[in-house]
């Protein structure tokens, strides 16, 4: 397991355990701890790649001179490149160089798949093959591995469903209640398709692992950083107090940003976006979002 700061690796490696995102978990002694992506890859038959968005440009092109073209990279990266819209498996591309890249998505918060609680993703990739041997791969008893050909439609559900985590934050946070909980994640995923589906993704991948399955455990779960955003700003906080206050990267907040405009310039149809951007970036307050999204004139569902 390579982190490129070294006083980090040493630390994880002598405590064998990440105190400050995992505390409590034992990292089995068979993984080496290293600050040498050399030492790291010597011998790997796969890359796989968890660095948050914000930061997987800056971190692969230091090493991008050191990796070979020929190595496929398993991603369990959630989210989308801000300033140039880019997924994944695109910025992956760009730095990397042309190679096969796998998308391991779906309802998996780390706190409970490093205790060995059952769980279930899937691993999407153009080549069926080569999500298959990830499939083999990363199968256990408590991790089940299914497959699926559309990469984009993966990838864009992991960023989305951290918008519509966001609203459901603040209706926790309101004190809304199951019903209103239950009406956002429904429209909610009508949102996440609508927007998928534009860019080329099958409607089919939102109902699935990576879609529905994903958005339920953001939405509900205590370990859901950006949820946890929502329900303090429904509360009443103010955004820049809350982000400076995590340890960890609340992914949803940048890319409701960068989906908001994308959205906006090319007239697809996102309420939710557009009231979650609003109360984090114009300053409306939750109650007003409410009632806008409320007060839309009927339709039909």
């Not at 400050?20 to 796989?48: N, T």
């Not at 992956?92 to 205790?115: K, Q, Y």
């Not at 859901?224 to 400076?244: A, C």
Request: hydrophobic fraction near 40%.
């Amino acid at each position: 397991m390579w982190t490129r700061n070294p006083a980090y690796a040493q630390e994880i490696s002598e405590q064998r355990e990440n105190r400050r995102l995992l505390p409590g978990v034992k990292i089995p002694d068979s993984i080496e701890i290293v600050s040498d992506i050399q030492e790291a890859i010597d011998g790997a038959e796969f890359l796989v790649a968890a660095i948050p968005t914000a930061f997987l440009r800056s971190a692969l092109t230091q090493v991008a001179d050191v990796l070979d073209a020929d190595r496929p990279v398993v991603s369990v990266i959630k989210g989308i490149e801000n300033e140039t819209f880019m997924r994944p498996s695109e910025i992956i591309g760009d730095i990397l160089g042309s190679r096969t890249v796998v998308a391991l998505g779906g309802p998996s918060h780390a706190e409970e798949i490093a205790r060995r609680l059952p769980a279930s993703v899937v691993a999407a990739s153009g080549d069926v093959a080569l999500a298959k041997r990830v499939q083999k791969m990363f199968n256990t008893d408590r991790f089940r591995v299914y497959t699926n050909h559309d990469l984009v439609g993966v990838e864009m559900a992991a960023a989305l469903k951290n918008i519509i985590a966001i609203a459901a934050g603040i209706c926790d946070g309101l004190g809304y209640g199951d019903n209103a909980k239950s009406a956002l994640l429904t429209r909610g995923l009508v949102e996440m398709t609508r927007f998928g589906t534009s860019l080329g993704a099958e409607a089919t991948t939102f109902a699935g692992l990576a879609g529905m399955g994903d958005l339920i455990t953001t939405c509900v779960s205590p370990y859901g950083r950006n949820r946890k955003v929502g329900e303090r700003l429904g509360k009443g906080e103010k955004l820049d107090d809350i982000l400076s206050s995590m340890d960890s990267v609340a992914e949803g907040v940048t890319t409701t940003r960068s989906v908001y405009e994308f959205a906006d310039e090319r007239e697809i149809e996102m309420p939710i976006t557009g009231e979650v951007f609003r109360v984090l970036f114009e300053g409306k307050s939750p109650e007003e979002a409410t009632d806008a999204l409320m007060m839309r004139p009927p339709r039909g569902e």
